[in-house]
């Protein structure tokens, strides 16, 4: 049996014979570790996965306002619409030779909490939400026509109101849920999405009609909008840029989304800057974990060690064995920092997916986690570096013989 | 055992030769301590040699310099033709693996470790695993049937034969026990004396061992007041 099988197999029976003590390292580095990973990633993953999810859309026209709100009111369906467009100002963009894609929307009208959204059957039929991908309706439903009460609902909707095929239903007023403003109109769900993994899974979708003329809306909003969903040709965002943000004030274009959504992302700089500096004292916590439970179990060997010697175990072997002690409370703990990180990550994919219909898939294994995880064997093993040299250089009389 | 022709012509061949060999120990203040210094002292091969002295004398520093443990800071020890002066320290550990054993007084033995494994261990470390001998080892202590053991099940006296068992598993020139019975009961001093001086005999390993019991030190025929040895006396030791 040679030095390395000997000294890892006195570092295994250490770590079972202070089991307790093995257990409380390996739970903190995995913590410190598994907080460490969730900081850094999660940024990246949720900025990638808004992203993604912001339908497959080059720009949003919108009533004057912020072009922040206009994103997450047109593509996220949060927050309140700034305002209306008249529908002339929508076949003006429609027919510019820059817009390859236009699409209206309104809304104002939700079904126990789920925003209805009016638009019109094309969005369905000729919009690619991702490359190559058009929506999907579940077989047999169909879209809905384009003068008819009828919907189509977002997977998730589907799944948590139990909405199905040829189900009727009432819409209710406003964007929040309210009993008392109900709406005579009934709607007949005549398709369910696929599920998208973006927020047109959280929304009930009907005819633009449907939600103009709704029973108890205001006559004069009859030819209102509330935006445009845009793709555009080549670089004519420049020049629409300029026509509707610095020329006109009537409307605005919000335009490059994914530079919206890093804006609104950068106005959490602070926080992350602040999460990275608590990230790295989680990791430093953990490196001083380490060496506090080696430094007890340390004391409580070194008679052990001195009875190694005295039979002849070489300094590979002492040393060698606290580190081999060290680097497997590391392993243990990357490995827990890795299962804690995806514990983390999946559910607060869960909770942005509920909250916002983002989906922010399954936890990527890259670089950067196994580089971590070599951070923290290296941290563990430099944390054993000097216990060890310590424990060897102690003194063998006060350990095996104080009256020698 | 009757000595035969070679074993008398080997029991006059030296094993083990210190000249002038001194050591010293930084105090609290920072002060050198000097607490050995042995001019000359040979053990032949298979010789069992007992020293008689108070506790603090430098008996146990006597033995951690004679197996290489310790470095001494001045002086020579030759072993069965190594001179552990000059030797490395990793050469150190690797002649002390496989050329001497130890005896302690007490906490022998390695608490996680079963018994035969505590055994199984020491053959480790110098390279070898033979799972027979160390059942014949422990066969011999009278202790198989608790090979698989922990040394908290065992009692005292169990633990220090286990103790010898693994101090002779790879039958070592010199054995080197330190108050092996300091904490044992008479019936376990006399049984595990015994076992230890009659396995070194019968396995040709030397024996060298301190006690301050002078009932111990009767059993040996070759018995050396250790202050006559140690040229740094205890009034020095206790007043510095």
Redesign the interface.
């Known amino acids: 049996?040679?030095t390395l099988?000997?000294s890892l197999?006195l570092a295994w029976?250490?770590l079972?014979?202070n089991i307790l003590t093995s257990l409380i390292a390996v739970f903190t580095v995995s913590l410190s570790g598994g907080l460490f990973l969730g900081a850094w990633k999660t940024k990246q993953t949720v900025n990638l996965a808004f992203a993604q999810s912001a339908g497959g859309f080059d720009a949003v026209l919108g009533a004057r306002g912020s072009q922040l709100q206009l994103v997450l009111n047109a593509l996220f369906h949060l927050e309140n619409s700034p305002g209306n467009l008249d529908w002339s100002q929508y076949e003006t963009i429609r027919s510019h030779p820059g817009v390859s894609e236009a699409y209206p929307f309104a809304l104002g009208d939700n079904y126990l909490g789920y925003r209805i959204v009016g638009t019109t059957p094309d969005l369905f039929v000729h919009h690619q939400w991702k490359p190559g991908t058009n929506y999907q309706v579940h077989p047999p439903g169909r879209i809905f026509s384009d003068h008819a009460k009828e919907a189509i609902v977002g997977a998730q909707v589907a799944a948590e109101i139990g909405l199905r095929l040829g189900d009727r239903f009432h819409p209710y007023h406003g964007l929040e849920y309210n009993p008392d403003t109900r709406h005579e109109d009934i709607y007949l769900v005549v398709g369910l999405l696929e599920t998208t993994g973006t927020p047109v899974d959280q929304v009930i979708w009907v005819p633009l009609k449907g939600v103009q003329m709704m029973e108890g809306h205001d006559a004069s909003s009859a030819n209102a909008i509330s935006g445009v969903l845009l793709n555009l040709k080549g670089s004519s965002g420049l020049a629409l840029d300029v026509k509707y943000n610095k020329q006109g004030d009537r409307a605005t274009l919000a335009w490059p989304v994914p530079a919206i959504l890093s804006s609104f992302f950068n106005r959490f700089a602070w926080m992350e800057r602040t999460i990275a500096v608590l990230a790295i004292l989680m990791a430093l916590v953990g490196g001083l974990i380490i060496l506090a439970t080696l430094r007890s179990t340390l004391h409580e060997r070194r008679?052990?060690f001195a009875?190694?010697?005295?039979?002849?175990?070489?300094?590979a072997?002492v040393t060698g064995s606290i580190l081999w002690q060290s680097a497997l409370i590391s392993l243990m703990g990357a490995l827990g920092s890795v299962v804690l990180f995806v514990v983390l990550s999946l559910s607060l994919s869960s909770l942005i997916r509920l909250q916002v219909g983002v989906s922010m898939g399954l936890p990527v294994f890259d670089k950067f986690i196994f580089l971590t995880c070599g951070a923290i064997l290296l941290l563990g093993l430099i944390s054993a570096w000097l216990p060890a040299q310590k424990l060897y250089r102690s003194s063998?009389?006060e350990s095996?013989?104080p009256?020698? | 055992m009757p000595l035969t022709p070679c074993d008398k012509k080997l029991l006059h061949m030296s094993l083990l030769t210190v000249e002038d060999l001194q050591k010293s120990?930084a105090s609290p203040s920072g002060q050198l301590t000097a607490v050995l210094d042995v001019p000359s002292f040979t053990l032949n091969h298979k010789e069992q040699v007992a020293f008689r002295g108070a506790?603090?004398s430098?008996?146990?520093?006597f033995l951690?310099l004679l197996?290489g443990?310790?470095p001494a800071d001045s002086g020579k020890i030759s072993f069965d033709g190594h001179s552990l002066h000059s030797m490395k320290?990793?050469s150190r550990?690797?002649?002390?693996?496989?050329k001497?054993g130890?005896v302690?007084?007490s906490?022998?033995?390695?608490?996680?470790?079963t018994c035969l494994e505590n055994i199984l261990?020491?053959m480790?470390?110098?390279?070898s695993?033979n799972r027979s001998w160390a059942f014949t080892l422990l066969e011999a202590v009278g202790l198989l049937e608790f090979k698989d053991y922990l040394p908290r099940q065992l009692s005292i006296g169990q633990q220090q034969r286990i103790g010898i068992a693994?101090a002779l598993v790879n039958r070592p020139k010199l054995v080197l026990a330190?108050?092996p019975t300091g904490n044992l009961d008479p019936a376990n001093t006399d049984l595990c004396l015994g076992m230890l001086c009659s396995l070194c005999q019968q396995w040709g390993s030397s024996l060298i061992l301190v006690s301050h019991d002078p009932r111990v030190i009767g059993q040996f025929e070759k018995s050396i007041v250790w202050e006559d040895l140690n040229q740094v006396t205890q009034s020095k030791l206790t007043t510095a």
Not at chain 1, 307 to 315: F, I, K, P, Q, T
């Open positions: 049996m040679n099988t000997v197999r029976r250490a079972t014979q008679r052990e009875v190694l010697r005295c039979m002849g175990a070489s300094r072997v063998l009389l095996l013989n009256h020698g | 120990f506790s603090g430098g008996k146990t520093t951690h197996a443990v310790l320290e990793s550990d690797q002649l002390r693996a496989a001497i130890y302690f007084q906490f022998n033995l390695l608490n996680g470790f261990l020491a480790n470390l110098n390279g695993s693994r330190d108050e």
